[in-house]
């Protein structure tokens, strides 16, 4: 498959909270709510963040609406099932569109807090300790929204009428785009969807994004410091693998090269490799040993993690109940 950016599907899925942990953590289990293409998202006002909100209306306002309950056909006789809207679950590219906001990118990376920054990118913020880097590790410093303060951000955000450049301006400093048909601005979704629905998919933002690509960092680090081997050396042995032509490319794996850093899902396809070369390859040494420790917990993590998703999650419970 060639890659070809008008053939980029967006999906939405959707699923019930009361199906618990063990059936929401496996994708057999959501049911397809709607596939789009990028050409057809990009000649919609305001792209997917309306085609969200054109999605979330036809389930959730006017005569159809859910919350009303739908009568179903049972073995047993007819049923009426009513059904609220629970959560949004994205990554974090995934929220960005939903809600219109600027994004991990953005000078206001998160849209839960009023005072995180991120301070790379020239924007001129006073240094009098209202505002916080996005790098801070304290979270008592974080200041979050309340529905109160976000009504009042977003009523700013709308606010007219500006001129491009002015909204431009709004939109880098109060981190939302001012979408009228978009999933916060339009009324009908007024009180059924906000902010606060949105979380963050766990297993891409966090675990492959974020922790696994630090122990990774961690661990070239240490082998780089210790004198074993060097992102260059990394990257050779990874040569000796055949590898998907994705990954193959020279921007994924000889990124190695500087920064150590692999792009969210890649890092399942890397870190068996990694370990195996760990394990069987490179020397250890007393310098590396809790970086290889730790590295090698992580992999486990993974490994279970995956298990549970193809529904083997019972072997995962069962091996760590003692
Ligand atoms: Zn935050």
Same mark, same amino acid.
């Given at each position: 498959?060639?890659?070809?950016?008008?053939?980029?599907?967006?999906?939405?899925?959707?699923?019930?909270?009361?199906?618990?942990?063990?059936?929401?953590?496996?994708?057999?289990?959501?049911?397809?709510?709607?596939?789009?293409?990028?050409?057809? /998202?990009?000649?919609?006002?305001?792209?997917?963040?309306?085609?969200?909100?054109?999605?979330?209306?036809?389930?959730?306002? &006017?005569?159809?609406?859910?919350?009303? &309950?739908?009568?179903?056909?049972?073995?047993?006789?007819?049923?009426?099932?009513?059904?609220?809207?629970?959560? =949004?679950?994205?990554?974090?590219?995934?929220?960005?569109?939903?809600?219109?906001?600027?994004?991990?990118? &953005?000078?206001?990376?998160?849209?839960?807090?009023?005072?995180?920054?991120?301070?790379?990118?020239?924007?001129?913020?006073?240094?009098? #300790?209202?505002?916080?880097?996005?790098?801070?590790?304290?979270?008592? +410093?974080?200041?979050?929204?309340?529905? +109160?303060?976000? +009504?009042?951000? %977003?009523?700013? =955000?709308?606010?007219?009428? +500006?001129?491009?450049?002015?909204?431009?301006? =709004?939109?880098?400093? %109060? #981190?939302?785009?001012?979408?009228?048909?978009?999933?916060?601005?339009?009324?009908?979704?007024?009180? /059924?969807?906000?902010?606060?629905?949105?979380?963050?998919?766990?297993?891409?933002?966090?675990?492959?994004?974020?922790?696994?690509?630090?122990? =990774?960092?961690? %661990?070239?680090?240490?082998?780089?410091?210790?004198?074993?081997?060097?992102?260059?050396?990394? /990257?050779?042995?990874?040569?000796?693998?055949?590898?998907?032509?994705?990954?193959?490319?020279?921007?994924?794996?000889?990124?190695?090269?500087?920064?150590?850093f692999i792009q969210g899902s890649d890092v399942l396809s890397v870190y068996p490799v990694l370990r195996h070369l760990l394990t069987s390859q490179f020397p250890s040494a007393d310098e590396v040993?809790?970086?290889?420790?730790?590295?090698l917990a992580m992999c486990r993590f993974l490994d279970e993690y995956s298990l549970v998703q193809r529904g083997w999650g019972h072997t995962f419970a069962s091996r760590h109940r003692h």
């Open positions: 498959m060639k890659r070809d950016n008008t053939r980029k599907p967006w999906c939405i899925y959707l699923s019930f909270m009361e199906c618990g942990i063990n059936l929401l953590c496996r994708d057999s289990s959501w049911l397809i709510g709607g596939v789009v293409k990028q050409p057809h /998202v990009d000649k919609v006002e305001g792209g997917f963040g309306t085609a969200s909100a054109i999605f979330l209306k036809a389930l959730f306002s &006017g005569p159809n609406d859910l919350r009303n &309950g739908i009568s179903l056909q049972t073995p047993d006789g007819p049923l009426m099932l009513f059904i609220d809207f629970g959560r =949004v679950l994205a990554d974090t590219a995934g929220l960005k569109y939903i809600f219109d906001c600027t994004g991990a990118s &953005g000078h206001k990376p998160c849209m839960h807090c009023r005072n995180v920054v991120n301070c790379h990118g020239g924007l001129d913020i006073p240094d009098d #300790g209202a505002f916080v880097d996005h790098a801070c590790h304290e979270p008592s +410093r974080f200041a979050t929204h309340s529905k +109160r303060t976000m +009504r009042k951000l %977003l009523v700013d =955000v709308a606010a007219g009428p +500006r001129s491009r450049a002015e909204q431009t301006l =709004v939109t880098r400093r %109060l #981190g939302f785009k001012h979408n009228p048909h978009g999933v916060l601005f339009c009324a009908e979704l007024q009180n /059924v969807v906000t902010t606060f629905d949105a979380r963050y998919d766990f297993a891409h933002t966090i675990l492959t994004n974020g922790t696994a690509g630090l122990e =990774v960092s961690l %661990l070239v680090d240490a082998y780089r410091a210790a004198g074993i081997v060097d992102a260059t050396g990394i /990257v050779a042995a990874f040569a000796g693998w055949h590898w998907p032509t994705g990954l193959q490319k020279k921007q994924k794996i000889e990124e190695f090269n500087d920064m150590f040993r809790l970086e290889k420790l730790y590295y």
